[in-house]
């Protein structure tokens, strides 16, 4: 809802319920009225693009903790760059037969990204039962005593060492009450908020740096215009010192030579090219602020298109200083694919 409000602004209108308001002799101080108009108009000059980020990063870290009954539970994510969604865990044992649905929730809330969780569990104030896993620390003292024997190395300390082993003693596992678990999932849901929030801050840069390359790219654009026609008049002189220099004056047929060069300056005509390249940067915009989340790998398929029609504006440019604006406008090309790879 905020970002419809703040996209949708018109402070046009909002000027003008001011007025109202104010010639109504409604009680509004006259400071206020004033800062409202001088916010309204710093809106209008930003076009609201640097005050609300209407893209979502891939990279991001999220943390929460909390202590529910016994428990101290602490839940951290980070996420980081990735086509798809690749999540990978690491739980606390109390937490296993919950790992399903805590994928389920990380995946339906952050869609894509290279995504590590790590949900720690600590039970305070209770002793745990304890339990030796037999089986392998016989399997262990069989091969520790085999080493000893064919070493010769005293036995005495085996047991001691047998207990420090992996897994070989370990506190008994109680499962969790299903109150306790909704707690806990509440908490990996914030945490997962504050990813979603770390994740909307960083997006407001590459949203900046986005909208900047593009604006960058239209302004070259409209720096071309006043080029073209200096274009066609060297073309033309071009051609006719080359035909006068190999073919005397008297021999050129005038009609035939206005139909070749109206021919090769329709071959070069890029006037096409303009406008589609316009309008695809005017759709990246548009994209990039609807209220799409998931929408990085949609920017980066239109500069694609952006791509071909620079490339071909500048095959067709026949001309030094409308290749210098291309080659710039490649150059902002560049950092919006390099930026648009960090888009959710």
């Known amino acids: 809802m905020r970002s419809k409000v703040l996209k949708n602004f018109n402070c046009t209108r909002v000027f003008t319920a001011l007025d109202i308001v104010f010639a109504t002799k409604i009680e509004v101080s006259l400071n206020y009225y004033r800062f409202l108009k001088v916010l309204c108009s710093f809106l209008q000059l930003t076009h609201t693009l640097i005050l609300y980020s209407m893209l979502y990063s891939m ?32 739980i606390a044992p109390a937490l296993r037969p919950y790992e399903h649905e805590i994928r389920a929730m990380v995946s339906a809330q952050l869609l894509r990204g290279t995504i590590d969780i790590t949900v720690s569990l600590k039970q305070d104030g209770i002793a745990r039962p304890m339990s030796i896993n037999t089986q392998l620390a016989k399997s262990y003292y069989k091969g520790m005593k085999a080493i000893a024997d064919e070493l010769g190395l005293p036995q005495e300390n085996i047991l001691a060492t047998l207990m420090t082993l992996p897994e070989v003693v370990a506190a008994d596992q109680e499962m969790l009450k299903e109150d306790d678990w909704k707690s806990m999932k509440d908490v990996i849901a914030q945490a997962i ?8 801050i960083e997006g407001l840069s590459l949203q900046n740096d986005l909208t900047n390359c593009i604006q960058n790219i239209e302004s070259n654009l409209v720096a ?8 066609i008049g060297r073309l033309r002189a071009k051609i006719n010192s080359s035909l006068e220099e190999w073919v005397a004056a008297a021999n050129i047929d005038k009609n035939r030579l206005e139909q070749e060069l109206i021919y090769y300056i329709e071959k070069i005509d890029f006037s096409e090219e303009k406008v589609r390249l316009r309008q695809h940067c005017q759709y990246f915009i548009e994209i990039m602020m609807n209220n799409d989340e998931l929408k990085g790998k949609k920017l980066g398929f239109i500069l694609q298109e952006v791509g071909r029609e620079i ?3 500048g095959s067709k440019a026949n001309d030094a200083d409308i290749q210098k604006l291309i080659v710039e406008m490649k150059d902002q090309l560049e950092k919006a694919k390099e930026q648009v790879l960090n888009v959710l």
């Not at 539970?73 to 999540?87: F, R």
């Not at 071309?224 to 274009?231: F, G, K, M, V």
């Open 59 to 90: 990279t991001g870290f999220g943390r929460e903790e909390s202590t529910i009954g016994n428990y101290q539970i602490v839940a951290e994510l980070k996420s980081l760059n990735g086509k798809q969604s690749d999540i990978n865990t690491r």
């Open 224 to 231: 071309i215009l006043p080029l073209e026609p200096l274009r």
């Open 311 to 313: 490339n071909t504006l």
């Open 193 to 200: 908020q504050n990813l979603k929030t770390h994740r909307q």
